[in-house]
């Protein structure tokens, strides 16, 4: 896959539209181009999912939609991407329900620690009122909605030097987090020490030692390689992650209604796919990353967890909306 940089991206974004007045009209419309940035490595089924969706799209409008993918924090953070979707430089991306909370707050509490029961119990959200109505805003307020919710795993932690068998053993430790206010809060309820840093820099982080360990789900952290900058695989299960596919609201509005259903059918299959897979790998990762070479615990879960919900929820209730942590909870 070519390698392609954010001022690559930038500047090619800027000679299109500066050029687009003065080509044919016929050339203009031979192909509708979509740019979806990926944070995600090309091995992650993410990533795998996008160019599923881009073969399919491409197969069924005979060329007419081209989706091009760029993984791997090629177009910068993903704070840069979801800023590019907002403006519109860029068509699409995936990220997390929290990171999208610093466009829209209430949209963290998707991704709020021990809210979700299991991957099916998230998957209702999608059809929530509430959600409904934050996508809604979303678009208003910011020019981007939600166009589907993906499964991204269930969340572990894992640490370079130190067992972990309760939360009184992560005291003080450097945590990685991402820079989002909720999982910041999360960290400092287990008492350790939340430190922020962007996913593409992660790998470097844990190898220099800037932090003591950090949390994602399993095929996160194993299509990223981490195993080999962490020794502990601590099964906390504290997320349960999903994902959100966003779009730029103009492009979306602006598609014809006959391109709109092929992208969202294209889309949905993908979704299904990708859900499917991650929790295929989630089944056998643990024997995998056990036979690189880390150790596995299964530390006293309550010890977690008991700290976070005393908390955070109410820490957290004047940004998500009254009852609506409650209201998730009971779908």
């Known amino acids: 896959m070519t390698t392609f940089t954010k001022r690559d991206f930038l500047a090619g974004s800027a000679a299109l539209a500066g050029g687009a007045i003065a080509m044919p009209s016929v050339l203009r419309a031979q192909a509708t181009v979509l740019r979806w940035g ?11 999912m996008v160019e599923r969706i881009a073969k399919q799209v491409k197969e069924k409008s005979s060329g007419r939609i081209d989706i091009q993918a760029f993984p791997a924090g090629q177009l910068g ?15 699409m991306t995936t990220d997390g329900a929290a990171a999208l909370g610093s466009f829209l707050p209430q949209l963290s509490v998707v991704e709020a620690p021990y809210l979700w029961r299991d991957a099916a119990h998230m998957a209702k959200v999608a059809k ?18 939600m166009a589907a919710v993906t499964y991204y795993g269930k969340r572990h932690l894992t640490t370079g030097s130190k ?31 939340a430190t922020p840093v962007n996913f ?9 030692g800037a932090v003591d360990g950090q949390e994602n789900p399993l095929p996160t952290i194993h299509s990223a390689k981490l195993q ?7 099964l906390t299960g504290h997320i349960i992650t999903p994902r959100l596919v966003i779009v730029n609201g103009d492009f979306w509005k602006g598609l014809k209604d006959a391109d709109r259903s092929l992208l969202e059918a294209a889309i949905a299959e993908g979704v299904a796919w990708q859900d ?28 977690f967890s008991k700290p976070v919900l005393a908390t955070l929820p109410q820490q957290f ?9 409650d209201a998730l909870a009971a779908l």
Do not use: C
């Open 200 to 208: 593409n820099e992660l790998y470097l982080a844990l190898s220099q």
């Open 128 to 145: 929530a009122p509430v959600f409904t109505q934050m996508n809604a805003e979303l678009e208003k307020k910011r020019g981007m909605r």
């Open 228 to 234: 080999e900058v962490q020794k502990h695989l601590i």
């Open 276 to 303: 499917a897979e991650l929790a295929s790998q989630e089944g056998s990762l643990v024997a995998t990353l056990k036979a690189a070479g880390m150790s596995v615990t299964e530390p006293d879960l309550a010890s």
């Open 77 to 91: 953070s993903g704070k840069d991407m979801m800023e590019s979707v907002a403006s519109g430089a860029l068509t």
């Open 38 to 48: 990926e944070m995600l490595p090309t091995t992650h089924p993410q990533v795998q």
């Open 163 to 193: 067992a972990v068998k309760s939360v009184a053993d992560v005291a003080g430790l450097k945590l990685r987090v991402p820079p989002v206010d909720t999982f910041r809060a999360m960290v400092e309820a287990w008492g350790a020490k």
């Open 317 to 325: 209730e004047g940004k998500w909306g009254k009852g609506t942590w």
